[in-house]
């Protein structure tokens, strides 16, 4: 058997709103929520963070703006300044050096640490991270949970259970004890719509889904229900990856009202689109993962994913997947609030020798002697930007009235 | 319900319903087996809610009529490892009593009534289909339809029926489609297409291969029913828009090449042997008299196989995924395979005989960055 891992899943304390508390003391003990404006209650946007005292009013985070400012108009409404957030998450990063050089970010508040190694330098493991927590405190004088386990599965249930300043260990041998009274829905992959899926089937806690027979849930859900089975009985062998670099990169955007206007939606898409490929450029990096995120005007939001044979960059090769992502998610006779695309997968351009492609029979697009055009438009319009602005140039396809015409507001 | 059975008989009826029996254990019902007897003999059935299959089991003595249903995870192992010639089975309080001569077997069935009604031949607008004819429909399309998401319609075959009897199926994934055109007695002059779900149309033409007689098939609401005298099968249709493939097939081609189905897919298979998952790519060179095929794969190393071909246009090249090719290949009959294509990023032509067309869309080949 492999060594038994130590890990640490750190999550700071409702972190944009303690800040916030931290950097002014008259809002400390008073309800602050972070996120979009309010508007007086007519704001459509989301809020990030809010702190505990805004927790006592039901608020939460991801919850629309005018709900939170409903709950409580007295509360603080800040926007993100993500600057400001950004400075004291890399100063947490480096509190995390101190103690393991392997940790992998996976938000500005989140973070795995692998600490088998240092176990023995600071006497085992509730040690460590007590004197972790400690140190966060002081220096930044904000805190944090954490959660303690073999694995980033159990790190991650573990260190959201007693929050705020909250340590929970749980030892190999406690795994399935720890997990089975929980609901399914602690677990990563269970969203809204998987958990109703699976209460249809009687499954509401880790118990009922680990006792399910695993093949029934490969054939009703694929690979994702044979990896939900996994995750049940706390089978996560994932490493903590230490890489730091950007895993996916997005774009999302809130309509101004919510719409069903397909050419509106169309030209946003492709406006993401876009500002994604750019991105994708300025990193160099292309994606093999191009994923679509629908959010209705009800707020029931999903996302359709399509890994593809090679990896786009181009706008119009990651609109080609977003759109079709679009339209087996998309219910007819809904508005919609929010799309958004995210290219996931990356590699970098270079590491990237085609060998290849698979023409289609029916989509010309990308069979016509385009490839090259299409490099050459990208350059092109790189050259533009870089000089002049992200505004300065954009396709006709991306063009939508309605998003000039509300200046384009977009969710941080 | 009483029955004398020849074992093997009911058994090969049982493992016929196989492929149509649900594997998930969600819905109990679709892993039963409907068992029929009276006057005309033994009727098994089963259906996964898509596709529903009816078989006729020779060799069954009815002494007493009657209806069971049964978990066929359960009772074809028993009869299949059952020694004897033949086993009789009678139903007893809801379970049913599997004799032979040194062993019984008592299996719990379920109430025969929640078994679903898989509905009859329609009486009008039947078509008529020689069986070897589909079977050899069948097989040359099934192979191309597409088997991940995307498309729904293309998870099925098209069917279409024309006039003067014409009965045309086919089948495409994003990349290739396979279209045949045979005639099929269509005394009521139904003209229209609708399409059917692999799985069906795959048992459809195995119910041509267990029967003698011609298949007999019609459409009825969302169903498609065929029937001849080994049995019936309903299979539901898929509802969506197959693109138009009469656009897709190239009309004319400026290289037009003839050459033996053997040696091309002995090529292209030991080509493939240094292709990757990644680079599943065979590029093919037509210089005058001569067809090279090479494959390449940074990782693995290169192949490069010559064969001698009736060609004295200009040099000219075109790359495929191997498997498409291969696929075609490893079904047609005839010794020689008609290749035709413009460029190297239009779709290909491979006809064998006059009936089966075959396009496969090829591999652009494109530079690494610079």
Redesign the interface.
């Given at each position: 058997m492999a060594e038994e891992r130590v890990i640490i899943h750190v999550d700071m304390d409702a972190f944009f709103a303690a800040i916030e508390q931290r950097d002014n003391p008259p809002l400390r003990g008073r309800p602050v929520v972070v996120g979009a404006d309010p508007q007086g209650g007519k704001g459509r946007g989301v809020v990030s963070t809010c702190s505990y005292e805004a927790r006592e009013y039901g608020i939460h985070s991801a919850q629309p703006i005018s709900r939170a400012y409903r709950l409580c108009p007295d509360a603080v409404f800040l926007p993100v300044d993500g600057e400001k957030y950004g400075r004291e998450s890399r100063r947490i990063r480096h509190i995390f050096r101190e103690f393991t050089p392997q940790v992998q970010p996976i938000s500005i508040d989140e973070a795995f640490l692998d600490v088998t190694g240092s176990l023995r330098l600071f006497g085992g493991k509730r040690a460590l991270a007590r004197k972790l927590q400690r140190r966060i405190e002081q220096e930044t004088h904000l805190t944090a949970s954490l959660g303690v386990a073999p694995c980033k599965l159990v790190a991650k249930i573990a260190s959201d259970l007693e929050k705020p300043r909250g340590l929970v260990i749980v030892e190999p041998e406690e795994i399935e004890a720890f997990l089975r009274p929980l609901p399914v829905k602690v677990l990563p992959g269970v969203g809204p719509r998987m958990r109703q899926s699976l209460a249809r089937?009687g499954i509401r806690t880790i118990a009922h889904l680990a006792d399910y027979?695993r093949?029934?849930l490969r054939?009703?859900f694929g690979d994702h229900g044979e990896n939900l089975w996994s995750k049940a009985h706390g089978i996560d062998e994932s490493p903590v990856a230490t890489g730091g670099e950007a895993k996916s990169i997005g774009h999302e955007h809130t309509f101004g009202t919510d719409t069903d206007n397909w050419p509106e939606v169309r030209a946003t898409l492709m406006w993401l689109c876009e500002k994604t490929a750019r991105r994708l450029r300025k990193a160099e990096k292309r994606g093999f993962t191009v994923t679509t995120k629908i959010r209705f005007e009800d707020f029931t939001t999903l996302t359709r994913q399509?890994t593809l044979e090679f990896p786009v960059r181009e706008a119009t090769e990651i609109y080609a997947a977003a759109v079709?992502n679009l339209q087996e998610g998309y219910e007819a006779g809904r508005k919609l609030r929010l799309i958004g695309v995210t290219v996931s997968g990356l590699i970098g351009?270079?590491e990237?020798?085609?060998?290849?492609?698979?023409?289609?029979?029916?989509?010309h697009a990308p069979?016509?002697?385009s490839?090259d055009i299409h490099?050459r438009i990208a350059r092109a319009e790189d050259a533009v930007k870089d000089r002049f602005g992200e505004d300065a140039l954009r396709r006709g396809a991306s063009y939508s009235p309605q998003r000039r015409a509300e200046n384009k507001r977009e969710e941080p | 319900m009483r029955i004398v059975a020849n074992r093997e008989e009911l058994y090969r009826g049982l493992q016929r319903l196989g492929g149509v029996v649900s594997s998930g254990t969600q819905q109990p019902l679709y892993r039963h087996v409907k068992m029929e007897a009276g006057d005309e003999g033994l009727r098994i059935s089963a259906t996964d809610l898509e596709v529903g299959l009816t078989l006729k089991v020779d060799g069954v003595q009815v002494e007493e009529a009657g209806t069971v249903l049964l978990p066929h995870a359960r009772i074809s192992p028993v009869l299949g490892a059952t020694p004897d010639e033949s086993v009789t089975l009678a139903d007893a309080d809801g379970a049913v009593v599997i004799e032979a001569e040194n062993s019984r077997f008592r299996i719990l069935g379920e109430d025969p009534a929640s078994f679903p009604d898989l509905g009859e031949l329609p009486e009008d607008g039947i078509v008529e289909v020689d069986p070897d004819v589909l079977q050899y429909m069948v097989r040359r399309t099934v192979f191309a339809t597409a088997d991940e998401k995307g498309r729904y319609a293309l998870h099925g075959v098209l069917c279409v029926l024309g006039k003067e009897d014409t009965f045309e199926l086919v089948a495409a994934d994003g990349a290739r489609l396979a279209h045949v055109r045979k005639k099929a007695s269509n005394p009521a002059g139904v003209e229209g297409e609708f399409i059917i779900m692999r799985e069906g149309l795959e048992q459809m033409g195995r119910l041509a291969e267990y029967g003698k007689e011609p298949v007999h098939f019609g459409v009825l609401e969302n169903r498609l029913v065929a029937q001849n005298d080994a049995g019936r099968l309903v299979c539901q249709l898929i509802e969506g828009q197959f693109p138009n493939f009469r656009e897709v097939i190239p009309t004319e081609s400026k290289i037009n090449i003839q050459l033996g189905t053997q040696a091309l897919f002995s090529a292209v298979r030991r080509a493939s042997y240094v292709t990757t998952q990644e680079t599943r790519v065979v590029n093919f060179e037509f210089t005058t008299g001569e067809l090279q095929i090479t494959a390449e794969a940074a990782d693995v190393g290169q192949a490069e196989l010559k064969m001698p071909v009736e060609y004295d246009g200009e040099p000219a090249s075109i790359a495929f995924n191997p498997e498409y090719i291969e696929d075609v290949l490893a079904i047609v009959e005839r010794e020689t395979v008609k290749m035709r294509f413009t460029d190297r990023r239009s779709p290909c032509v491979l006809k064998s005989g006059l009936d089966y067309t075959y396009v496969v869309s090829p591999v652009i080949l494109e530079e690494p960055e610079t």
């Amino acid at each position: 058997m492999a060594e038994e891992r130590v890990i640490i899943h750190v999550d700071m304390d409702a972190f944009f709103a303690a800040i916030e508390q931290r950097d002014n003391p008259p809002l400390r003990g008073r309800p602050v929520v972070v996120g979009a404006d309010p508007q007086g209650g007519k704001g459509r946007g989301v809020v990030s963070t809010c702190s505990y005292e805004a927790r006592e009013y039901g608020i939460h985070s991801a919850q629309p703006i005018s709900r939170a400012y409903r709950l409580c108009p007295d509360a603080v409404f800040l926007p993100v300044d993500g600057e400001k957030y950004g400075r004291e998450s890399r100063r947490i990063r480096h509190i995390f050096r101190e103690f393991t050089p392997q940790v992998q970010p996976i938000s500005i508040d989140e973070a795995f640490l692998d600490v088998t190694g240092s176990l023995r330098l600071f006497g085992g493991k509730r040690a460590l991270a007590r004197k972790l927590q400690r140190r966060i405190e002081q220096e930044t004088h904000l805190t944090a949970s954490l959660g303690v386990a073999p694995c980033k599965l159990v790190a991650k249930i573990a260190s959201d259970l007693e929050k705020p300043r909250g340590l929970v260990i749980v030892e190999p041998e406690e795994i399935e004890a720890f997990l089975r009274p929980l609901p399914v829905k602690v677990l990563p992959g269970v969203g809204p719509r998987m958990r109703q899926s699976l209460a249809r089937l009687g499954i509401r806690t880790i118990a009922h889904l680990a006792d399910y027979p695993r093949e029934s849930l490969r054939e009703r859900f694929g690979d994702h229900g044979e990896n939900l089975w996994s995750k049940a009985h706390g089978i996560d062998e994932s490493p903590v990856a230490t890489g730091g670099e950007a895993k996916s990169i997005g774009h999302e955007h809130t309509f101004g009202t919510d719409t069903d206007n397909w050419p509106e939606v169309r030209a946003t898409l492709m406006w993401l689109c876009e500002k994604t490929a750019r991105r994708l450029r300025k990193a160099e990096k292309r994606g093999f993962t191009v994923t679509t995120k629908i959010r209705f005007e009800d707020f029931t939001t999903l996302t359709r994913q399509q890994t593809l044979e090679f990896p786009v960059r181009e706008a119009t090769e990651i609109y080609a997947a977003a759109v079709r992502n679009l339209q087996e998610g998309y219910e007819a006779g809904r508005k919609l609030r929010l799309i958004g695309v995210t290219v996931s997968g990356l590699i970098g351009a270079r590491e990237w020798k085609p060998k290849g492609r698979q023409s289609s029979l029916f989509e010309h697009a990308p069979a016509e002697a385009s490839d090259d055009i299409h490099r050459r438009i990208a350059r092109a319009e790189d050259a533009v930007k870089d000089r002049f602005g992200e505004d300065a140039l954009r396709r006709g396809a991306s063009y939508s009235p309605q998003r000039r015409a509300e200046n384009k507001r977009e969710e941080p | 319900m009483r029955i004398v059975a020849n074992r093997e008989e009911l058994y090969r009826g049982l493992q016929r319903l196989g492929g149509v029996v649900s594997s998930g254990t969600q819905q109990p019902l679709y892993r039963h087996v409907k068992m029929e007897a009276g006057d005309e003999g033994l009727r098994i059935s089963a259906t996964d809610l898509e596709v529903g299959l009816t078989l006729k089991v020779d060799g069954v003595q009815v002494e007493e009529a009657g209806t069971v249903l049964l978990p066929h995870a359960r009772i074809s192992p028993v009869l299949g490892a059952t020694p004897d010639e033949s086993v009789t089975l009678a139903d007893a309080d809801g379970a049913v009593v599997i004799e032979a001569e040194n062993s019984r077997f008592r299996i719990l069935g379920e109430d025969p009534a929640s078994f679903p009604d898989l509905g009859e031949l329609p009486e009008d607008g039947i078509v008529e289909v020689d069986p070897d004819v589909l079977q050899y429909m069948v097989r040359r399309t099934v192979f191309a339809t597409a088997d991940e998401k995307g498309r729904y319609a293309l998870h099925g075959v098209l069917c279409v029926l024309g006039k003067e009897d014409t009965f045309e199926l086919v089948a495409a994934d994003g990349a290739r489609l396979a279209h045949v055109r045979k005639k099929a007695s269509n005394p009521a002059g139904v003209e229209g297409e609708f399409i059917i779900m692999r799985e069906g149309l795959e048992q459809m033409g195995r119910l041509a291969e267990y029967g003698k007689e011609p298949v007999h098939f019609g459409v009825l609401e969302n169903r498609l029913v065929a029937q001849n005298d080994a049995g019936r099968l309903v299979c539901q249709l898929i509802e969506g828009q197959f693109p138009n493939f009469r656009e897709v097939i190239p009309t004319e081609s400026k290289i037009n090449i003839q050459l033996g189905t053997q040696a091309l897919f002995s090529a292209v298979r030991r080509a493939s042997y240094v292709t990757t998952q990644e680079t599943r790519v065979v590029n093919f060179e037509f210089t005058t008299g001569e067809l090279q095929i090479t494959a390449e794969a940074a990782d693995v190393g290169q192949a490069e196989l010559k064969m001698p071909v009736e060609y004295d246009g200009e040099p000219a090249s075109i790359a495929f995924n191997p498997e498409y090719i291969e696929d075609v290949l490893a079904i047609v009959e005839r010794e020689t395979v008609k290749m035709r294509f413009t460029d190297r990023r239009s779709p290909c032509v491979l006809k064998s005989g006059l009936d089966y067309t075959y396009v496969v869309s090829p591999v652009i080949l494109e530079e690494p960055e610079t």
